[in-house]
């Protein structure tokens, strides 16, 4: 069952929504769900599924040719990874929106989007592309060392305030003496030092 809950201001508590006490049967436990206005986007372990307030089915997608399904969440949009690296975003009608393509060959961690960015972390990488999906840059490159085996990148946190990412990088290799975790900072350039740099 999903269930929906309010903050209440007077009490401080979150309390059943008024209206929607009852909720509603969604089948199987999902993954990860996400609420955006008048859609409930989840990822189940056979499928995405996004439904409208009242339960009724919009889209569900098979993501068994998916080697790491993930869907997330931005202010307008919730992308959801599809075959061969591609992002979708569906309109409300359960429609193909955008279409975003990102490299096939890697292997994607994490998406995270803020306004005109979509950052795509992959294991050794971190790409940006625009929102239209043009890609722009490839920075935080994990290199390989004698000693150790490659670092991966496994987590990513956005701070939508500033821009800034925090990335944790894990080391698999097992020897005694070497680092087993690294944290990352990758930090938004101001729009006009981007102007500036192509002015001059």
């Given at each position: 069952m999903l269930h929906f809950f309010s903050l209440n201001p007077d009490t401080r508590k979150f309390e059943d929504t008024p209206g929607r006490e009852n909720g509603f049967f969604i089948g199987d436990t999902p993954i990860s769900i996400f609420w955006e206005d008048k859609y409930i986007y989840m990822l189940h372990k056979k499928a995405y599924l996004i439904m409208d307030m009242n339960g009724n089915n919009v889209q569900q997608l098979s993501h068994d040719k998916v080697q790491r399904p993930l869907m997330v969440l931005s202010k307008t949009d919730c992308i959801i990874l599809g075959p061969?690296?591609?992002?979708?975003?569906?309109?409300?009608?359960?429609?193909?929106?955008?279409?975003?393509?990102?490299?096939?060959?890697?292997?994607?961690?994490?998406?995270?989007?803020?306004?005109?960015?979509?950052?795509?972390?992959?294991?050794?990488?971190?790409?940006?592309?625009?929102?239209?999906?043009?890609?722009?840059?490839?920075?935080?490159?994990?290199?390989?060392?004698?000693?150790?085996?490659?670092?991966?990148?496994?987590?990513?946190?956005?701070?939508?305030?500033?821009?800034?990412?925090?990335?944790?990088?894990?080391?698999?290799?097992?020897?005694?003496?070497?680092?087993?975790?690294?944290?990352?900072?990758?930090?938004?350039?101001?729009?006009?030092?981007?102007?500036?740099?192509?002015?001059?």
């Open positions: 061969g690296n591609e992002g979708l975003v569906f309109t409300e009608k359960g429609a193909l929106k955008t279409k975003y393509r990102f490299d096939p060959s890697k292997e994607i961690v994490s998406i995270v989007q803020h306004e005109i960015y979509i950052i795509v972390v992959y294991e050794h990488s971190v790409a940006i592309y625009n929102n239209e999906g043009a890609f722009l840059d490839e920075k935080g490159r994990l290199e390989k060392t004698a000693k150790s085996d490659h670092f991966r990148y496994t987590s990513v946190s956005l701070n939508f305030m500033t821009g800034g990412v925090v990335l944790g990088a894990n080391n698999k290799s097992s020897g005694k003496n070497s680092t087993t975790a690294e944290i990352y900072t990758m930090n938004e350039i101001p729009h006009e030092h981007q102007i500036d740099s192509l002015l001059f």
